[in-house]
């Protein structure tokens, strides 16, 4: 098989699941394969997954896929990744887990989070870092294991992340890539090194954290015994890789100016493209690598299709959102002047505050449920919306979204996002950005980096155009919205206090 008729296996390492896609040159899914792992929470705050089981989801979809198109070793260009962010796991020197893999969704570390933020040191590590102070960070976490397990901190040989811990068991060394180091809080965007003031002050060496190269990194070499596993060989190149965020706004064609990514799935995201690290002085907007060239600067938020899942659950009997959603069209924009802040599990951008919580305001007697759903759902926008509107403020205005995300096949979703945002909303027939991405990387790779990345122009999809008069509905509603989440800061942190002792929750 020639190169051009090669095949890459794209692997997405996902909080809930793994799947792997084999991905044609002209960017076709010929084939894909997923296995599902469990979050656990043992204690409250708590969002672990075990190291051991994403490992073998890689194995057993890259061997599945391998088996659905009865491919060879030689059919693959390569293997690339896509990875979710901000994991940690302490490991000894033989490479074991001493930790689960701690997750973004952990939030163990609101105290940590919050001194840092009252001290300074934190906006001052974020000037440097581009990732925001936040339990999600694996700086933070690391504050709270040296604050709360000090002799495991001490003892550690070394503190990686899960796609670290893939390649440690696939050829021996934790090599980190730019894009997920930029996630950590410790990775010095200009100098593209470890941040020695961040690393110094946390008591760390620069061994104890794993040796950084870019996201086009290729190494063979590949454990003989896992290549058989997998149908592989042992020449087969491997490419390091990114994370799922920047890689979604490549695998959907977001990285001219002006046109932004927004991903809602679980959580939910909004990223564009820019040609250096921008920074905000707020310490409000991360701003993660790439390649060289391609930076992504946004925000994201805890809170986005897991919202409208609960309330679902909450307030219809079990019918699903695909017969809920339909009946949404009959509320008008702004819910009859009905806001639900959707802030069920804390919040990441825009307000950077594990303590936040959900609070349905304007409630009145003619309100229905469905006054409610709406509004929740429009709650999760209204938080994309003040993260676009950050993002407005250092000069990345948006002209066009493309969206991802199992919300986009939600065709109210869509048009609620369109006329929230007040551009056009473009959702692309192929739903699998991040593996799409990671494949497009690849070939990027495999070709020495020549010329721009690859955009396939083969997309198609689908256009909501705004609604003038809607987009202004929510333009006016949106400083209501903002006000309410200051009004009730403290009130929030105090109810935090009471759920964490008095009350039973």
């Known amino acids: 098989m020639n190169e051009v008729q090669k095949i890459v296996l794209a692997v997405d390492l996902g909080t809930t699941s793994t799947r792997t896609l084999a991905v044609s040159g002209q960017g076709e899914v ?72 701690i997750t973004w969704a952990d939030q163990r570390s609101a105290e940590q989070a919050k001194a840092m933020l009252e001290h300074g040191i934190g906006l001052d590590i974020y000037k440097r870092t581009g990732t925001p102070i936040h339990p999600m960070s694996p700086l933070v976490k690391l504050v709270w294991l040296k604050e709360k397990e000090p002799q495991l901190f001490a003892e550690a040989h070394q503190f990686i992340g899960i796609k670290e811990y893939i390649f440690l068991q696939l050829f021996g060394t934790p090599w980190m890539d730019y894009s997920i180091a930029s996630a950590t809080g410790m990775f010095n965007l200009e100098k593209l090194e470890w941040d020695k003031e961040a690393v110094d002050w946390l ?32 020449t087969t190149p491997f490419v390091l890789g990114a994370q799922d965020g920047v890689l979604a706004n490549l695998g959907i064609g977001a990285l001219e100016d002006g046109v932004v990514a927004v991903t809602i799935g679980t959580s939910s995201a909004v990223r564009a493209c820019t040609n250096k690290p921008t920074f905000d002085e707020e310490g409000r907007l991360f701003c993660y690598a790439l390649t060289e060239g391609y930076w992504l600067v946004g925000g994201s938020s805890n809170n986005g299709a897991i919202v409208a899942e609960w309330a679902a659950e909450q307030w219809f009997n079990g019918e699903s959102l695909s017969e809920i959603l339909p009946r949404l069209s009959e509320i008008s924009p702004g819910a009859d002047g009905l806001l639900f802040m959707p802030l069920l599990s804390g919040e990441r951008a825009p307000f950077w505050d594990a303590e936040a919580k959900g ?40 002209k066009q979204i493309r969206a991802s995300g199992g919300f986009a096949r939600s065709p109210l979703w869509c048009q609620m996002m369109a006329d929230m945002l007040g551009v056009a909303v473009f959702v692309p027939d192929v739903v699998e950005s991040s593996g799409l991405g990671a494949a497009q990387l690849g070939i990027y790779a495999m070709n020495n980096e020549q010329g721009k990345l690859c955009i396939w122009d083969n997309m198609s999809g689908t256009t909501y155009e705004p609604d003038s008069n809607n987009h202004r509905i929510y333009r006016q509603l949106l400083p209501t919205y903002l006000q309410l989440y200051y009004s009730l800061k403290d009130a929030m942190s105090h109810m935090t206090v009471l759920q964490q002792t008095t009350l039973s929750v």
Not at 79 to 92: C, G, K, Q, R, Y
Not at 219 to 230: F, P, R, S
Not at 361 to 370: E, N, P, R, S, Y
Request: charge should be negative.
């Open 30 to 101: 010929l084939a894909s394969h997923s296995v599902r792992y469990p979050l656990y929470t043992p204690k409250p705050g708590y969002a672990e997954q075990d190291p051991k089981q994403i490992y073998e989801a890689c194995v057993t979809t890259i061997a599945a896929v391998m088996e659905q198109g009865d491919w060879q070793a030689d059919d693959v260009l390569c293997v690339t990744f896509s990875s979710a962010n901000h994991s940690l796991i302490a490991i000894d020197e033989a490479g074991q887990p001493l930790t689960p893999s």
């Open 203 to 234: 008591g760390l060496n620069m061994a104890q954290l794993p040796p950084l190269v870019p996201t086009t990194f290729k190494v063979t070499g590949l454990k003989e015994e896992i290549a058989e596993q997998m149908h592989l060989s042992t």
């Open 359 to 398: 609070v349905m305001f304007g409630l009145t007697l003619a309100h229905t449920k469905q006054h409610m759903m709406r509004a929740a759902l429009e709650g999760v926008l209204f938080q994309l919306l003040a993260i676009v509107s950050m993002m407005e403020e250092k000069g990345t205005v948006a």
